[in-house]
């Protein structure tokens, strides 16, 4: 048990993710590392090769000096044989034959050793087998000599037209071996020392570089467990990315933050329109069983008042189901062509009905076609003209054009009231927004809201402002259709 709960913490352990600054760090240190392995190992190779190929070139030119004081020795008539020229060489006045680290091997045409110089008294020059090569050809080797490597050239030695022997002279690698060891060492050394170094500033400074995302991990963290949306991100450099993400994130909070408010506003905006419908009903109810049942004027009167207080009821209830639906999806449409002036002709009936002291206007420019549903349009219509009606006193002139500009129809709604004061123009299309002047009066300030929703489903406009002479203006735009256009 002990075990397997240790292995289990061992497990837990290591399933732990590193940290961005960890991860950064041994990232950029392991390509240093990388970098400076690959750099060593080109240096190491590159030094390596120069350094033999310059003892390539010393033992061409050595070769060549033995092999010019040996002919100048022999006797091209008589051939003087190699053995008796021994005596006359090694103890030459240039040193050819008594450089130390320098070899110098002569051998008859049998492969016989007839000559070698001082420091081979003991040894001699042997070729790889297999690699030595034919009497008249010219070998490069690597051999070893006592324990080191020795760079070794075979070559023919000809008297004019005859090969006599072969010259093998031979120069010790261990001068270049402890200078390429020494330099392997140093290039180790120095890589590790540079990746130590490198991975230990790397994490500091990724550290300070992070230190703005641990502030802000932890002011997030605070607005999270307070629900304190008011606390914004604090920006020490807008211009890197850190400060981008902050003011990011602080745009978010701004947006969050606004429709938290928006959602209390009309949480509580929608509470308070419908307290009203239900106290007046539960007023009356009451009446009707404290006795009122009896006295069938004010029976038939609280009735009445019930039923219109239920009907305002269902329109805000369906309303507000209505805005909840276009603010979750898109405000679903049923297309078809619809004749726009059948629509706003059935829209002015209602309207002259429910406001005959209104003076209700059409003025027809052009019979448009447009691509929608006809009871959204309805309801587009009958809320901008019931707008009207509501906030206009008896009297006021309501104009209602339909007119086609370019692909879209247009339909604006003008009157000549009190307009849209200034202040309320940029809300003016909010849920339950209302002017001061507005807020006695009908309505919980939803049909405007409503109206954009749906000119928008429908791929419309719409747009408020004040007439030059007086009065408010609203005007839709909606994309035209034709009668036999297919979806």
């Not at 002569?106 to 050793?113: C, E, I, R, S």
């Not at 019979?367 to 929608?372: A, K, Y």
Request: proline share 6%.
């Amino acid at each position: 048990m002990v075990g397997e709960q240790a292995r289990n913490g061992f497990l837990t352990r290591q399933s732990t993710p590193m940290t961005i600054r960890l991860r950064l760090t041994l990232f950029y240190t392991a390509l240093l590392g990388i970098v400076l392995a690959l750099f060593s190992a080109a240096l190491f190779t590159l030094l390596t090769y120069n350094l033999e190929r310059q003892v390539d070139r010393d033992l061409l030119e050595r070769t060549s000096e033995v092999r010019a004081t040996l002919l100048a020795a022999i006797d091209s008539q008589s051939l003087t044989p190699l053995s008796e020229i021994e005596s006359r060489l090694l103890h030459d006045e240039e040193g050819l034959f008594t450089t130390p680290g320098i070899f110098v091997q002569l051998l008859d045409p049998t492969g016989k050793v007839v000559l070698r110089s001082p420091n081979l008294i003991s040894d001699a020059l042997v070729a790889d087998p297999g690699r030595e090569g034919s009497l008249n050809e010219v070998v490069w080797q690597t051999v070893r000599l006592r324990g080191q490597r020795v760079r070794l050239l075979t070559s023919p030695l000809v008297v004019g037209h005859k090969t006599v022997g072969t010259i093998r002279v031979g120069e010790s690698l261990a001068p270049i071996d402890r200078t390429l060891e020494q330099l392997a060492l140093l290039l180790v050394v120095g890589t590790l020392t540079a990746v130590g170094v490198v991975g230990g500033l790397g994490l500091k400074m990724a550290g300070r570089a992070l230190a703005p995302v641990a502030w802000m991990s932890e002011t997030a963290r605070r607005i999270v467990d307070h629900g304190d949306l008011q606390t914004r991100l604090p920006v020490v450099n807008p211009a890197d990315e850190l400060g981008h993400l902050a003011t990011t994130f602080n745009d978010a909070l701004d947006r969050i933050a606004l429709l938290f408010e928006t959602q209390r506003r009309f949480v509580a905006d929608a509470a308070h329109e419908l307290r009203t419908p239900l106290t007046s009903i539960r007023g009356y109810t009451g009446l009707l069983k404290r006795g009122a049942a009896n006295e069938p004027d004010v029976q038939n009167e609280a009735l009445a008042i019930i039923d219109t207080e239920a009907t305002r009821l269902t329109r805000l209830v369906n309303d507000l189901l209505m805005l909840a639906q276009s603010e979750a999806v898109p405000l679903e449409v049923v297309c078809e062509p619809v004749a726009l002036i059948a629509v706003v002709t059935d829209v002015l009936r209602q309207e002259r009905l429910l406001a005959p002291t209104h003076v209700w206007r059409l003025d027809r420019r052009a019979g448009p076609i447009v691509r929608g549903d006809p009871d959204r349009l309805h309801q587009l219509c009958l809320n901008l003209l019931d707008n009207a009606r509501r906030h206009t006193p008896p009297g006021t002139h309501v104009d209602v054009t339909l007119d086609v500009s370019g692909a879209f129809a247009v339909l604006t709604i003008s009157d000549d009231g009190p307009g849209i004061p200034d202040e309320a123009r940029p809300h003016l299309f909010e849920p339950f927004f209302r002017p001061d002047h507005a807020r006695h009066g009908e309505g919980a300030g939803l049909g405007l809201a409503i109206a954009a929703r749906i000119a928008a489903a429908h791929d419309g406009t719409l747009e408020a402002a004040n007439n030059p002479s007086g009065g408010a203006s609203f005007k839709i735009c909606l994309p035209l259709t034709t009668l036999d256009s297919d979806e």
